[in-house]
């Protein structure tokens, strides 16, 4: 039996154990911290929309091949993205951090497959029936266990949150409620929606802001404008508001006019249209002086996940080089350089042991409960020093030789 660690001072001057940390998980990431994480990252603009569309689209084939619901669509690619703000993409393969977001999600919503199910279905996609193998292949089995080292930081980079949004069911009632045509602007809206998980605006958004943005902008792009959202009518009852529901839409005509090729609606009409739609709702936007993106701060510190951690988290580091790497032809698996032992790291991004140096790192969902367990940890780690004043009579004279 290994002796026990000795009680002494920390780094911090503490005497005994590491109080350990403490991350708060945080459902919402503004734009601003998007912007932090890619600049900790080091990543550029035009790169991360290629690698990000490029991951999206990945999740989105293997999910229709595997017959998956839009659920686990959505909540794969939001797992995704706040992969991608914790670790660089230098670190993983797109294809990696998207098979590990897809294998979460069928755990979380409850659609089980296997690490080899989801690799085969993405295997086979290119081939003809004939060609095409079975998961039990040996081919997919280092793949298979570097997924699985990768759901643990998956998890961590959430702050293990399983709370996630569908849009999609508010989406019909709301086409139902303004009576819209159901096979024109409803079925557009629907597609918008999932184009929607192109962007971060579903880790920026409410479900209801971000089913709001769908249907409007169906109903502009089809020439069958919605007065009472454009208005902004409704808005307080969802607990959203207009200059939230512009930001949406401007990401969405971002989306359709810079990477139109990439979306199912974009293809489907003129970039003119989405122009001029932009334009209208510039015109707006600058008339009502709205903010491009909403909840801007002047906070400039590296953050954990999009957010500032509570009781002493320390920022994510780069994750060690020996992680696995994907191959460069995505269809096809083959052995990554490092065994999935070595994939996970603690969640502050160091190779250190947890609780012995870094300390332990708690996940928690409510904020005030981390708040007041910070507040009763640092009442026994705080330092208290008296100070006392005494005053000393000069010695009188020794006695004279």
């Given at each position: 039996?290994?002796?026990?660690?000795?009680?002494?001072?920390?780094?911090?001057?503490?005497?005994?154990?590491?109080?350990?940390?403490?991350?708060?998980?945080?459902?919402?990431?503004?734009?601003?911290?998007?912007?932090?994480?890619?600049?900790?990252?080091?990543?550029?603009?035009?790169?991360?929309?290629?690698?990000?569309?490029?991951?999206?689209?990945?999740?989105?084939?293997?999910?229709?091949?595997?017959?998956?619901?839009?659920?686990?669509?959505?909540?794969?690619?939001?797992?995704?993205?706040?992969?991608?703000?914790?670790?660089?993409?230098?670190?993983?393969?797109?294809?990696?951090?998207?098979?590990?977001?897809?294998?979460?999600?069928?755990?979380?919503?409850?659609?089980?497959?296997?690490?080899?199910?989801?690799?085969?279905?993405a295997y086979n996609s290119k081939l003809t029936p004939a060609e095409q193998v079975s998961p039990d292949d040996p081919m997919f089995e280092s793949p298979?266990?570097?997924?699985?080292?990768?759901?643990?930081?998956?998890?961590?980079?959430?702050?293990?949150?399983?709370?996630?949004?569908?849009?999609?069911?508010l989406l019909l009632k709301l086409a139902k409620y303004y009576d819209v045509d159901r096979e024109t602007v409803g079925k557009t809206a629907y597609n918008m929606s999932l184009d929607l998980y192109r962007t971060f605006a579903p880790i920026k958004q409410t479900t209801p802001t971000m089913a709001i943005a769908c249907v409007e902008l169906s109903g502009r792009l089809l020439e069958q404008n919605i007065e009472e959202l454009e208005a902004g009518n409704g808005h307080k009852q969802w607990r959203t508001s207009r200059p939230e529901v512009m930001e949406t839409l401007l990401d969405l005509l971002d989306l359709y006019t810079h990477h139109r090729a990439s979306t199912i609606v974009g293809q489907d009409h003129a970039i003119e249209t989405f122009i001029a739609i932009r334009i209208t709702l510039n015109q707006e936007a600058s008339a009502n002086k709205y903010p491009r993106h909403t909840n801007s701060t002047s906070i400039k510190k590296p953050l954990t996940n999009g957010v500032k951690a509570t009781n002493g988290t320390k920022d994510i580091k780069a994750t060690p080089k020996n992680?696995?790497?994907?191959?460069?032809?995505?269809?096809?698996?083959?052995?990554?350089?490092?065994?999935?032992?070595?994939?996970a790291s603690t969640a502050t991004g160091?190779?250190?042991?947890?609780?012995?140096?870094?300390?332990?790192?708690?996940?928690?969902?409510?904020?005030?409960?981390?708040?007041?367990?910070?507040?009763?940890v640092a009442a026994y780690l705080t330092v208290e020093e008296e100070e006392y004043e005494v005053e000393v009579e000069k010695e009188k004279e020794r006695r004279r030789g």
């Amino acid at each position: 039996m290994a002796p026990a660690q000795p009680l002494g001072s920390t780094e911090n001057g503490h005497i005994g154990p590491h109080p350990s940390y403490i991350q708060v998980a945080k459902p919402y990431v503004f734009e601003q911290k998007l912007q932090e994480c890619m600049i900790a990252t080091g990543v550029t603009e035009a790169k991360e929309d290629n690698i990000r569309l490029q991951g999206i689209a990945w999740i989105d084939s293997v999910r229709k091949t595997l017959q998956l619901p839009v659920r686990t669509y959505n909540t794969a690619a939001v797992y995704y993205h706040k992969f991608r703000l914790v670790h660089a993409d230098n670190e993983y393969g797109y294809i990696d951090a998207a098979a590990a977001a897809l294998f979460t999600a069928c755990k979380i919503e409850d659609t089980l497959k296997k690490s080899k199910e989801i690799l085969c279905a993405a295997y086979n996609s290119k081939l003809t029936p004939a060609e095409q193998v079975s998961p039990d292949d040996p081919m997919f089995e280092s793949p298979s266990k570097s997924i699985i080292g990768l759901e643990r930081l998956m998890l961590e980079a959430s702050g293990f949150d399983f709370r996630n949004r569908y849009p999609q069911k508010l989406l019909l009632k709301l086409a139902k409620y303004y009576d819209v045509d159901r096979e024109t602007v409803g079925k557009t809206a629907y597609n918008m929606s999932l184009d929607l998980y192109r962007t971060f605006a579903p880790i920026k958004q409410t479900t209801p802001t971000m089913a709001i943005a769908c249907v409007e902008l169906s109903g502009r792009l089809l020439e069958q404008n919605i007065e009472e959202l454009e208005a902004g009518n409704g808005h307080k009852q969802w607990r959203t508001s207009r200059p939230e529901v512009m930001e949406t839409l401007l990401d969405l005509l971002d989306l359709y006019t810079h990477h139109r090729a990439s979306t199912i609606v974009g293809q489907d009409h003129a970039i003119e249209t989405f122009i001029a739609i932009r334009i209208t709702l510039n015109q707006e936007a600058s008339a009502n002086k709205y903010p491009r993106h909403t909840n801007s701060t002047s906070i400039k510190k590296p953050l954990t996940n999009g957010v500032k951690a509570t009781n002493g988290t320390k920022d994510i580091k780069a994750t060690p080089k020996n992680s696995p790497i994907s191959p460069r032809d995505p269809t096809a698996p083959q052995r990554s350089r490092s065994p999935p032992s070595t994939v996970a790291s603690t969640a502050t991004g160091s190779k250190s042991r947890a609780g012995l140096k870094d300390g332990t790192v708690r996940f928690m969902l409510d904020p005030e409960r981390a708040r007041d367990e910070k507040g009763a940890v640092a009442a026994y780690l705080t330092v208290e020093e008296e100070e006392y004043e005494v005053e000393v009579e000069k010695e009188k004279e020794r006695r004279r030789g």
